[in-house]
């Protein structure tokens, strides 16, 4: 008995001080959890009840010159059903109305959504798309359908809403414009004036701090932000729509009519340099055209004739020769170490001026005249080039600007056909914006100034910041050069190779381009020689407002190629649609000058409304509308027959007035 007493005693002992031990350990981990990992641990509880979340700031707006939206931020919602959260009598009771709802909304048949949304409850699906991208508008009625209108947890309505960025004017311009894309390696990408202004458009995002409640749902703990978001600026670009529309259209109707692989358009206003309307159209597969590829801005490629502007200035600046210099274009064909240089026209044109070969574009009258008088100085021909600022990338706001060539003389590749070559736009590589800019410098009285996108960024009514006009350099040659150049230019289109764009009503000037690109590479996709036509010029040619580049590249050649046939016609109908269909804001300066002979019918209309005498005055030989007034101030009641002026009253001249007669006049 004493022995078992103790066996007893002896496991009440074991677990007395197993339990004393649990106590322990339970007090130390209770400590350890309290004051060691206690800020861990409430640091988690926090996380998993309570939570910031992210407030989307609104991402600015961007507008034309003229105030029409170009990109705006706008809420989508999609629409899903939580087939679980209705009960079975509310779900019967309002499926047909639903569905009667959701088939007018969306127009399919009531028995599609029936069938659809009775499937969803049979299988208790909680996630069942009803509609995505829905506008507000579309997102408040379907709220209200039947079942709906329960709310989330009685009606089992999901609503998810996204931001998603829309252009009013469509594709129009939309490369320039901007938007967001993914690239290859899954990165967001923002393109055009909304990746290189995103900083003041994106805004910051706010937060605000909810707690978790029933069903995984969060409520705010209370009113107020953690932090508020502030909302994008707006961007006011240079763009102006309508000018964007008319050189929209008129480049994608030349690239159909020649079937042409892509091309570009800038307009840009003359002395500010502000950009108002470029188009990049690349064909698709199906023969359709659409902006992808900003070209006008990205593509440097070897411009041809357009390049021989800078031939024209650098001879004249130098003082080497003068326009009335003569060259023999030997046939149409000159050689240079063994290498030719042809002239469109075959067997060349004879013995022709420097300013005539400009005008024809002669390849071997421009090469001549640069060889000849730089040949022993290259370099004094390079520093042009250079000055007008085609050597290095004009410094535009977008990612991607093309990269110029301009051949140097410290160049591994600098050969005896370099200078030649260049002087007919071989050889080198600049972008069609480079090319525009050095012509509008000439339409410009001499002044270069950079392409602008953007004339402000605005919060509401108040500047954020304004971009001013930015000079590249205040005088690109002399007074004298100038004038020359302006005037061979505008005789480009009077006789020259553009002269199938004259017109005697209005003014142009300007230079045609025809290149071989992929000349002398070996066969293969992608190889093959083809031709890039453009045109760059300005206009009105007396007084420029706005300069305009067309680059067409691989136009069909069964079609035509040749720059004044292709890329001519859309500068013309440009420059003719602005300057016929924009209202004139010309001062008139003789509106106040008098004219003896109105001055005199004036006086004498004058004096017959003056009549005092109460006779009947003679109106025989005034215009109808005139007669009228004047009896009718008299106070006679007036009928007219006819159209034109008095040949005949009722009541002849001379006759004491009575103001109950009514008097006829007969109209020739």
Known sequence: MVNEDKNISYRIFIVAAFILVMAIGIVIKLTNIQWVEGDFYRNLAKERTVKNFVIPANKGNIYSADGSLLAISIPSYKIRFDAVAPKEEDFKNNINALSDSLAVMFGKSSGYYQNELTKAKKHKNRYFLVARDLSYTQYMRIKSFPLFNLGPYKGGIITEQKTIREHPIGKIAERTIGYERIDHEGENLE?????AFSNYLTGKDGKILK???????????????????????????????????????????????????????????????????????????????????????????????????????????????????????????????????????????G???????????????????????YKDNPQQFIDHINAFGLNKPLGLPFKGEGIPRI????????????????????????????????????????????????????EWNKVIKRYDKEVINPKICSDETLAKVQKVLENVIVKGTGKKLYNKNFSMAGKTGTAQANYGKGKGAGTEMYYTSSFVGYFPADNPKYSCIIVVHKPNVAQGYFGGDVSGPVFKRIAQKIYTDSPSTNEIKTLNKKNAKQEANYNSYFAQVENKTNIIPNVCGLSGMDAVALLENLGLKVKAVGVGKVKKQSIGAGQRLDKTQTIILELS
């Open 191 to 195: 393109v055009g004036i909304e990746g």
């Open 211 to 349: 707690q978790k409640i029933a069903k995984n749902q969060w409520k705010p703990i209370s009113d107020n932000n953690e932090v508020e978001p502030q909302d994008g600026y707006d961007v006011i670009s240079t763009i102006d729509v309508y000018i964007q529309d008319i050189a929209h259209h008129a480049l994608l109707k030349q690239l159909e009519k020649y079937e042409a692989d892509h091309g570009c358009v800038v307009v840009m206003e003359t002395h500010t340099g502000d950009v108002k309307a470029i188009s990049n159209l690349g064909r698709a597969t199906d023969g359709s055209y659409y902006e992808t590829i900003n070209y006008a801005v990205g593509e440097s490629h070897e411009p041809g004739s357009t390049f021989k502007l800078v031939d024209l200035i650098a001879l004249l600046d130098d003082k080497k020769i003068d326009t009335s210099a003569v060259f023999d274009s030997k046939g149409g064909d000159v050689v240079y170490r063994g290498s030719h240089v042809r002239d469109s026209h075959r067997g060349g044109y």
């Open 407 to 458: 051949p140097q003389r410290k160049d591994k590749d600098w050969s005896g056909i370099t200078l030649p070559w260049m002087a007919f736009g071989y050889g080198v590589s600049v972008t069609p914006l480079q090319t525009l800019t050095l012509y509008n410098a000439v339409a410009n009285n001499g002044e270069m100034v950079k392409p602008k996108f953007v004339k402000e960024v605005k």
């Open 351 to 373: 013995k022709i001026s420097l300013a005539r070969g400009f005008e024809l574009s002669s390849n071997t009258v421009m090469v001549q005249a640069v060889y000849d008088n």
